[in-house]
Nanobody, 126 residues
């Protein structure tokens, strides 16, 4: 069955770094557009970053541009999010998501995605 399993979350001080990973299985990973979303209590799930099927196109929310880098390894069915210069406002649950149609319009909407992971918590303290 389809699985997206995130890892790499944790607690870090402002200015620190974390690298999130997402292991995908049960579907043709290389043909799916992939994204990272985050959610905090009381707020809608926000598209943080996205990457095209071959990794040639990327999207970043304005709030993370220049600090986060999304990447994928289609040979290993893995998705990554390198997060640098973390800020307290980056705190939230981060979700990996897969879009079957292989593309999305920007900014990515959660409705574009078919599969979701269970999330990994990121907490940034000031």
């Amino acid at each position: 069955q389809v699985q997206l399993v995130e890892s790499g979350g944790g607690s870090v001080q402002a200015g620190g770094s974390l690298r999130l990973s997402c292991a995908a299985s049960g579907f043709t990973y290389s043909s799916y557009y992939m994204g990272w979303f985050r959610q905090t209590p009381g707020k809608e799930r926000e598209g943080v970053a996205g990457i095209s099927t071959r990794g040639l196109g990327t999207y970043y929310a304005d709030s993370v541009k220049g600090r986060f880098t999304i990447s994928r390894d289609n040979a290993k069915n893995m998705l990554y999010l390198q997060m640098n210069s973390l800020k307290p406002e980056d705190t939230g649950m981060y979700y990996c998501a897969a879009a079957r149609k292989g593309w999305v319009t920007y900014p990515p909407s959660h409705g574009d995605f078919d599969y979701w992971g269970q999330g990994t918590q990121v907490t940034v303290s000031s």
